[in-house]
Every structure is written in structure tokens, then in C-alpha cells.
């Protein structure tokens, strides 16, 4: 929640994360329906679909006029990081406190953007927690009290979710409940995202691309890395030929 104290600057409760597709939250949305019949599962905290993701760093309370230095970090730390495969695989559970899915695929590189993120925040003069070897995780549940959490994670056990390519960082707000409701969730929007890779499209409010970023970002985020840089060979390509035509009919 952010700082109302008049005397305190205004803060802001961030964290970096890699955040699923529509369709591999579709997919583990799915997966995850008949757990809710098991018993004791009306007894746990179940997270939001909307707000599923894999937390790269935690920030806590972030003061606003230290936001803007934290987010120029935040797309260098993108930019220098290439897009990787990942998918939803495997369970399994903290204890008796909560209950996840973790992650396959690009391991080494979603550590290497983890670590980056937290570095951009370090960097930025934020008080870290001490540095901890990173676990790909996001939570499905969490119990108020200590639960036997075994049978959810054996039933998610086998889950191998499809391949989607991970494509952004995304800087996101936590809005903790206030209201004080029984069962009230924690709110999270998404602030800002940057691209991985070389590719520097801005984003609007909206999460489309900003005014001036060109149709190559628009283009950019319909294809893969890979395509992107056949049709950049290919572009290089024609322009030699044009440029050796154009020496030989001048000559």
C-alpha cells in the first residue's frame, strides 16, 4: 500500500516478474479445477488467475521518486537478457504454508534475468533481503494455518504445461486488501514492461505499443527471435545486391 503519511515520501509496493500467456493460464486454470474437490481445499487462500506470475525480485515499498531510476535499470537489465522458452511443470509445496507450480525450459536464463532484477534494485540503493539461489515458482495457495498441503502437489505432479516463449520483463504494483472481507485477494497491475532482447519498443498505458514506436515493434512482437533475424539477413542481403547493381550500371 502506498505511504499516506504526510511527513513520509510516497511509496509504491513493487516487483519484477515474468508473467504467463492467456493461453498457459487457460491451461493451468484447467489443470488446477479438480484440486478444489479435494478436502481441505476449501480451507486454503487460492490466488487469483489474474494474477499468476513468476516473481523475479521483491521490492516491498519502493518511494516514488526512486521509481524512475529502478525502471531505467530494469530495461537495461531486459534489453541485455534474450527471450527463452519456458513452460508450467511440476508442483510442489513450501511446507504447510503454500502450494506452487514451478517452471522448465530456459532455467539459466530466467535465473540471469532474476538476478539482474534484483541487481537493478541494489544498484538503485533499495534494501534487498540477502541473496538467496532463485526458485521459479507461482503460487497457487496459500494456508492460514499449517496444512497438509502433500495430496495438491501430488496431483499437480505430473502437469507439463505447452511451450510459450517469455518475452518480457514486467515491473508489477501489489495493492494489499484493505477492505477487511474474508477472503479479499491482493490486487496487482502491471506498471511498465520492457521487451528482452535488442529490440526497444516503448509500451503505452494500455500495454500497446507507444506512439512513435514504429511498425517494426508492432511487427516485432508478432514473430520470434529467430525470424526476426532471417528477415534482418534478408534485408542486409537485398540491400548489398541493390548497392553491386547499381555500381555495375553506374560503371
Do not use: Q
Amino acid at each position: 500500500m502506498s505511504s499516506s503519511d504526510p511527513g513520509r515520501p510516497a511509496t509504491v509496493r513493487l516487483f519484477a516478474a515474468v508473467l504467463p500467456p492467456e493461453a498457459a493460464v487457460a491451461e493451468l486454470r484447467a489443470a488446477l479445477a479438480p484440486l478444489h474437490a479435494l478436502p481441505g481445499a476449501r480451507d486454503l487462500r487460492w490466488t487469483g488467475p489474474e494474477g499468476w506470475h513468476f516473481t523475479l525480485a521483491f521490492y516491498g515499498e519502493v518511494p516514488e521518486d526512486v521509481r524512475p531510476e529502478l525502471e531505467a535499470r530494469l530495461e537495461r537489465a531486459a534489453r541485455r537478457t534474450a527471450p527463452f522458452a519456458l513452460r508450467v511443470h511440476g508442483a510442489g509445496h513450501f511446507g504447510g504454508r503454500a502450494l506452487w507450480v514451478g517452471a522448465a525450459g530456459g532455467l539459466d536464463t530466467l535465473r540471469l534475468l532474476a538476478e539482474r532484477a534484483e541487481a537493478a534494485a541494489r544498484r538503485t540503493g533499495l534494501p534487498m533481503e540477502e541473496h538467496r539461489r532463485y526458485t521459479p515458482h507461482l503460487t497457487l495457495a496459500r494456508s492460514r494455518g499449517a496444512a497438509d498441503l502433500r495430496p495438491f502437489a501430488a496431483a499437480l505432479a505430473g502437469f507439463e504445461g505447452r511451450r510459450w516463449e517469455a518475452a518480457e520483463l514486467t515491473l508489477v504494483r501489489s495493492h494489499l486488501p484493505v477492505s477487511g472481507v474474508p477472503g479479499e485477494r491482493p490486487r496487482y497491475t502491471a506498471v511498465r514492461a520492457w521487451p528482452l532482447g535488442r529490440v526497444r519498443c516503448r509500451r503505452d498505458a494500455r500495454g500497446g505499443p507507444a506512439a512513435g514506436s514504429g511498425e517494426w515493434c508492432r511487427y516485432a512482437r508478432r514473430v520470434d527471435p529467430k525470424t526476426r533475424n532471417r528477415i534482418m539477413a534478408a534485408v542486409l542481403v537485398l540491400i548489398f545486391v541493390v548497392v553491386a547493381v547499381g555500381a555495375a550500371l553506374g560503371g
